[in-house]
């Protein structure tokens, strides 16, 4: 209990999945959080499932993608409770698995357009209201497919690499303001972006990834959120610029 207690967090791509479960944790852990996703709906519910708890949220309807979005919900939630001092950088999506050569141009822009451009816009947006704060903490999630290849899914690889370095960058960048800059790295969780590539690859996928996972199992969006904890909270407050991996043992070998 406790562990972010009168801090204010952004987490993007909240309605479902390991942005759901981060919201949920870091409300439980006293931040107040403000819940943004494209899905109202899910959305909405997360934020009824932390207020029913006693926990602070509310629902922003944000597309990472539009700039001018990004920087109106974070000035509205720092209006909101006063000060922003953790941006979870989460939304993505799985783009095309397709090898190099057949991936058309839109769907590779696509990828890029969230899974890049939207961490840098969920950045940039934060930076000044974390400074004001006197500090505050970035979580990027990248995955093992930032760190290692698995001869599918190009785009993801270079969209997560991206994250990956970003994180580091952006980390030697604000080291001096107390502004903290870390990357996460998923290995497989089972969430409703597993669970539609797996009915994509007829439940293929799912067996398949469980058997290079050296523990025998997918991960819980909870295996991820209390990472996400960590490194927004302050017993984390010597560590920016790190790259924490959370899969089970899959880049172990
Ligand atoms: N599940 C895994 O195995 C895994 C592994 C490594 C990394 N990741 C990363 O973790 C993050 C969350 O993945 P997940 O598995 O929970 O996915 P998910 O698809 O279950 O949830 C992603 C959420 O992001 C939202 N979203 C998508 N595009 C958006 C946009 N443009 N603006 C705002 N919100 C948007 C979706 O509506 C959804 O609620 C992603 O960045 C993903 O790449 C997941």
Same mark, same amino acid.
């Given at each position: 209990?406790?562990?972010?207690?009168?801090?204010?967090?952004?987490?993007?791509?909240?309605?479902?999945?390991?942005?759901?479960?981060?919201?949920?944790?870091?409300?439980?852990? &006293?931040?107040?959080?403000?819940?943004?996703?494209?899905?109202?709906?899910?959305?909405?519910?997360?934020?009824?499932?932390?207020?029913?708890?006693?926990?602070?949220?509310?629902?922003?309807?944000?597309?990472?993608? +539009?700039?001018?979005?990004?920087?109106?919900? =974070?000035?509205?939630?720092?209006?909101?409770?006063?000060?922003?001092?953790?941006?979870?950088? +989460?939304? &993505?999506?799985?783009?095309?698995?397709?090898?190099?050569?057949?991936?058309?141009?839109?769907?590779?822009?696509?990828?890029?357009?969230?899974?890049?451009?939207?961490? =840098? =816009?969920?950045?940039?947006?934060?930076?000044?209201?974390?400074?004001?704060?006197? &500090?505050?903490?970035?979580? +990027?999630?990248?995955?093992? !497919?930032?760190?290692?290849?698995?001869?599918?899914?190009?785009?993801?690889?270079?969209?997560?690499?991206?994250?990956?370095?970003?994180?580091?960058?952006?980390?030697?960048? !604000?080291?001096?303001?107390? @502004?903290?800059? +870390?990357?996460?790295?998923?290995? =497989? @969780?089972?969430?409703?972006?597993?669970?539609?590539?797996?009915?994509?690859?007829?439940?293929?996928?799912?067996?398949?990834?469980?058997?290079?996972?050296?523990?025998?199992?997918?991960?819980?969006?909870?295996? @991820?959120?209390?990472?996400?904890? !960590?490194?927004?909270?302050?017993?984390?407050?010597?560590?920016?610029?790190?790259?924490?991996?959370?899969?089970?043992? !899959?880049?172990?070998?």
């Amino acid at each position: 209990m406790d562990r972010v207690k009168g801090k204010v967090a952004v987490v993007t791509g909240a309605a479902r999945g390991i942005g759901r479960a981060c919201a949920l944790r870091l409300a439980e852990e &006293g931040a107040a959080v403000a819940v943004t996703d494209l899905l109202d709906d899910e959305g909405q519910g997360v934020v009824d499932e932390i207020t029913s708890n006693g926990g602070r949220a509310a629902y922003w309807k944000l597309d990472v993608c +539009n700039e001018a979005a990004v920087e109106r919900v =974070f000035n509205e939630t720092a209006d909101r409770w006063g000060r922003l001092d953790i941006i979870v950088n +989460n939304a &993505g999506i799985a783009g095309p698995a397709e090898p190099t050569d057949k991936i058309n141009e839109a769907d590779w822009d696509k990828l890029f357009a969230v899974n890049v451009k939207g961490v =840098f =816009f969920g950045t940039k947006h934060a930076v000044p209201h974390l400074r004001k704060a006197g &500090g505050g903490s970035i979580i +990027n999630m990248s995955s093992i !497919y930032g760190l290692v290849g698995a001869a599918d899914a190009p785009a993801y690889h270079a969209a997560k690499g991206a994250v990956t370095l970003m994180s580091k960058n952006d980390a030697l960048l !604000y080291a001096g303001e107390d @502004i903290r800059v +870390n990357a996460v790295h998923p290995g =497989f @969780i089972r969430t409703p972006m597993v669970e539609q590539a797996d009915e994509e690859f007829d439940g293929q996928l799912i067996p398949a990834v469980t058997a290079k996972t050296p523990v025998g199992r997918l991960g819980d969006p909870d295996d @991820i959120a209390w990472a996400v904890v !960590y490194l927004a909270s302050d017993e984390s407050r010597f560590v920016t610029g790190s790259s924490l991996v959370v899969d089970g043992g !899959y880049t172990a070998k």
